[in-house]
């Protein structure tokens, strides 16, 4: 450790709150210890944590989390939540420095999965899927970010992100990345008629990552009448909001009774999947990224004998860090009406309840050592 590791370190409080998770709805605000580090790793003052969809699928119970009778448990109790994280460096070593090109009060961004490294993934480039697929918030191996202090593991990617910018924008990374990569899976093309289910977070990234491949059209489809104004903003070319009119019969009516190219699913109710494959040409491509609360049921046919289409699951945002950075950096997404609410570590249930209702928030996020 250098001299101004140890400096650093020596200035911390022992004791910090921290949300930590005891079960399905039973998430308490606590005091814990300040974690120390080891050998090679960041010691981060949590500055923003983003309440994830999946967050929220997790405290509701979801299978996907807490297993059913087809699979174990994933998530683990006595862990702290939060994967969308930003921080400043408040204490390293020479391998931690030498290791990220981080120095003591940069501001940086962790990506959700800490990979093994040594996986049939890890070894392929394919680090996002990694066999053992740790990741921060739900394993007690890498607690997340609802934490005043959070240590960064040597095996986590770490990315510098501005100091000038809020911090719950600098955490929007997180979410930008998964959307930039259900862009990449979706393949675009200059002449291609893009819909995206669901203006939240996720769908609004997608928007923006879509309008950076410069398609023919993008089509945004939500029923909330100020994300589809968001959507516009961010790149939409049309907009349709559902409660009012049938997507399908629109989006056949603009392509001539085709349908579109791509359709990319970021709503994560089973509607969307059904109205995606309605909606798209013979030949489409459909990309899901949402987690699902409930199973969801299609007429496989759809996908195989009327359509032959490709469907194509994406999962975080590998290698996609560093673009969504840039995009935030330069201003290419509205952040400040994405990212309304900001709200202190000790109103995490709020936090929760705001991104359940939907209806008063874009992007919710908890500032664990207050405001900014």
């Known amino acids: 450790m250098t001299q101004v590791g140890q400096s650093a370190e020596a200035k911390l409080p022992e004791r ?34 983003g309440i994830c969809a999946s967050d929220l699928k997790c405290y509701a119970g979801a299978a996907k989390f807490w297993g059913d009778e087809n699979r174990p448990a994933w998530t683990e109790t006595d862990v702290v939540p939060g994967h969308e994280i930003t921080g400043r460096v408040v204490a390293l070593d020479d391998q931690a420095r030498e290791r990220w090109n981080v120095e003591l009060d940069d501001r940086v961004v962790v990506e959700q999965i800490v990979p093994c490294w040594d996986c049939r993934y890890c070894d392929t480039g394919n680090y996002h899927m990694c ?75 997608m928007i923006a990552g879509a309008a950076a491949k410069f398609p023919a059209t993008i089509v945004a489809l939500d029923m909330d009448p100020r994300k589809l104004e968001l959507a516009r903003k961010t790149g939409a070319d049309v907009v349709i909001n559902i409660a009012e009119e049938d997507a399908v019969a629109r989006i056949k009516e603009m392509t001539g009774g085709y349908g ?8 994560g109710h089973p509607s969307a999947v059904i109205q995606g494959l309605n909606c798209l040409r013979k030949l489409g491509r459909f990309v899901e990224y949402s987690v ?10 759809i996908i195989s004998d009327d359509k032959e289409l490709d469907v194509r699951g994406a999962h975080l945002g590998p290698n996609c860090w560093p673009a969504a950075i840039r995009l935030i950096e330069e201003g290419r997404l509205p952040m400040d009406e994405i990212c309304t609410h900001q709200l202190p570590l000790a109103d995490f249930q709020k936090g929760l309840d705001l991104v359940a209702s939907g209806k008063e928030s874009i992007k919710v996020s908890l500032i664990p050592g207050g405001a900014a």
């Open 16 to 49: 910090m709150q921290a949300v930590l998770v005891y079960g399905p709805k039973d998430y308490r605000l606590e005091e814990i210890d300040v974690p120390t580090r080891g050998a090679g790793e960041l010691l981060v003052k949590v500055e923003a944590v």
């Open 131 to 205: 066999e053992v697929h740790n990741m921060y918030g739900f394993k007690r191996a890498n607690p997340g970010g609802m934490e005043e202090y959070l240590v960064l593991s040597k095996e986590s990617l770490v990315h510098k992100i501005s100091k000038d910018m809020p911090p719950a924008h600098a955490a929007f990374a997180e979410p930008l990345s998964c959307a930039l990569h259900a862009i990449e899976r979706a393949e675009i093309t200059f002449s291609d008629v893009v819909v995206v289910a669901g203006c939240g977070p996720i769908g609004l990234g």
């Open 260 to 267: 579109a190219d791509v359709y990319l699913e970021g709503t």
């Open 292 to 301: 699902f609360k409930e199973d969801v049921s299609v007429d496989w046919s």
